[in-house]
């Protein structure tokens, strides 16, 4: 196959219909696309600390989940809320009974499900920001059920409401990331997302260690009072936060997006306003012509199809990789003898570890890019739980391979927070069209999330000692799941690396390898040449030009 490509004859005849004064939106395009991928990572910085500071406070919010998270599969053995909520045993003790930790622990997966539907309609209809404000203030309301549940019903229906805007926080941050930042900074902040989501743990599991021995209902009403720090900050954050310049072109709403750009960047020329503004005209008459409209089923239609089913894919991946299994390192550790206590504190150290491989993602990604560092990813994971179940085969006795075991789950979470975890956020944001970055989004975090329902019932059953009772040799099964994920990551994963939003658009029209798309060269400027711009200016096709000296 030929290593360039261009947009197709039809989509370039229909953007000179759609576009007024098309040649000088073309060059003005053009310039613009020159501009973001010669800038470098130092450049970004320096001229868009703003739209980090935005993406970085609107991300902020996933800490709330991954804190509730770990909060409440520690709570289940947890004394004070064994007795609040559980039944009483024959010896006096009380426990939390299977069934209702499968329903606590999916009842907030089943809230995320309805809030990301939600989100998929409401963000592309009212935009990220009134979405995001609308959602912090229902987390507001629903954090006051779980801190004054009496019952365990109850605490479902908080876990559920919760879920909700929860949902609306997975897909709505990656997005939002994905539309106010360049291409150089592009990376940096999707894969923050994943940041967030370990920190949160981080926390949660420093809170717990805090709590365990408080003698009363404080020591899980506490932590759940914690989730109240969050909210209130994000949400004054978001009433002055920017809209996504995309939505408000997508919206016909150009000279907004002007003033977005301008907030966004710092003292930017007229000439640089007008360019980017011209390259998120020109992206989106070109989606315009490869797909109409922006409803669900346009997702799987022609090429979008191929865009939803790797979005889904790579995403469905963190769950199928086998990363239900990392969270039992301490499992293995306490088998070996450590204690309880200490094993708990391990935990810690596993969710630091984790946080420290997004902050090396960030590095790796510059110079492999998301590709290979994914599917490099899945290899090493793969060779390390062949080794995890090899060993579930040596007696439990034997501390020895307890600990190795262990020991391996917390390398496992290394190189699953350093590759996978965090570039999954990137592919699933760079890969979807700007028309459905929205849907496409939501849909690839609804397969992960029922995914995840499944694996929360199948890994008690798996390590049970009255089910299966595998042990480690259910690394076997998780290494069986990630050889089928990286199979297909190498046939149907590509390299968006440096690409603009236009330059997919094009290697997806023009159905380019997944395994070529890093070495094609694209033109999505076909036959406009470098023809001088006509009398007319960008402002007579947007509408006057505000002053923008002041704007901040």
């Known amino acids: 196959m030929d290593n360039k490509v261009q947009a197709d004859q039809a989509v370039v005849d229909n953007l000179h219909h759609e576009l007024e004064h098309y040649s000088e939106v073309v060059n003005s395009a053009r310039a613009a696309t020159q501009n973001e991928k010669q800038m470098t990572l130092r450049e970004g910085l320096r001229r868009y600390p703003k739209a980090i500071a935005w993406s970085v406070l609107l991300s902020t919010a996933l800490i709330m989940e991954g804190f509730d998270v770990v909060l409440l599969s520690n709570f289940y053995a947890l004394p004070q809320f064994q007795e609040k909520y559980g039944v009483q045993l024959a010896d006096g003790s009380y426990t939390i009974t299977a069934a209702w930790q499968a329903g606590l622990s999916n009842g907030a997966n089943v809230g995320e499900i309805i809030g990301l539907v939600i989100n998929g309609w409401a963000s592309e209809r009212f935009g990220y920001r009134k979405t995001m404000i609308a959602a912090m203030s229902l987390m507001i309301v629903f954090i006051f059920i779980p801190f004054f549940s009496n019952s365990i019903v109850t605490l479902l229906v908080g876990e559920i409401l919760q879920g909700i805007p929860w949902g609306v926080f997975q897909t709505l941050t990656t997005a939002y990331a994905a539309e106010v930042t360049p291409v150089a900074l592009r990376p940096y902040l999707t894969a923050y997302v994943n940041l967030c989501w370990v920190l949160g743990q981080v926390i949660a599991s420093g809170v717990l260690r805090g709590v365990l021995d408080w003698d009363s209902q404080w020591a899980f009403r506490v932590p759940f009072a914690l989730q109240w720090v969050w909210p209130l900050p994000i949400l004054i954050g978001c009433i002055f936060a920017p809209e996504s310049p995309w939505w408000l072109v997508r919206h016909e709403r150009h ?298």
Request: hydrophobic share 45%; glycine share 8%; with cysteine.
């Open 255 to 552: 000279e907004d997006a002007r003033h977005v750009i301008c907030r966004l960047n710092t003292n930017p020329t007229d000439d640089e306003v007008d360019d980017a503004l011209a390259l998120m005209v020109h992206t989106n008459a070109i989606e315009k012509s490869l797909a109409e409209g922006t409803s669900w089923a346009q997702c799987f239609r022609g090429v979008d199809r191929r865009r939803t089913e790797i979005a889904v894919g790579v995403w469905s991946i963190q769950n199928l990789c086998g990363s239900a299994f990392m969270g039992y390192s301490t499992f293995f550790l306490e088998q070996a003898g450590m204690a309880a206590s200490n094993a708990f504190t391990m935990s810690i150290a596993q969710y630091a570890i984790g946080a420290c491989g997004t902050v090396t993602s960030w590095l790796l990604m510059r110079h492999v890019g998301r590709r290979k560092l994914y599917v490099g990813g899945l290899c090493a994971m793969l060779t390390l739980l062949v080794v995890i179940g090899c060993m579930g085969f040596i007696s439990q006795s034997n501390t020895g391979a307890q600990w190795a075991i262990g020991g391996m789950l917390l390398g496992y979470t290394a190189i699953y927070d350093a590759t996978v975890g965090p570039v999954c956020y990137c592919l699933v944001a760079e890969i979807s069209s700007t028309r459905l970055r929205a849907k496409t989004v939501v849909i690839a975090r609804i397969v992960y999330n029922i995914v995840g329902i499944v694996n929360a019932v199948i890994m008690p059953y798996f390590l049970n000692t009255t089910k299966l009772n595998w042990g480690a040799k259910t690394g076997l099964f998780w290494a069986g799941m990630c050889a089928v994920c990286l199979v297909w990551c190498f046939f149907r994963v590509p390299e968006p690396k440096g690409r603009t939003y236009g330059e997919l658009d094009v290697l997806f029209e023009n159905r380019v390898s997944a395994r070529k798309f890093a070495q094609t060269e694209v033109d999505q400027f076909a036959d406009a040449g470098a023809a001088s711009p006509p009398q007319a200016t960008l402002d007579e096709k947007y509408g006057a030009k505000a002053d923008i000296a002041h704007i901040e």
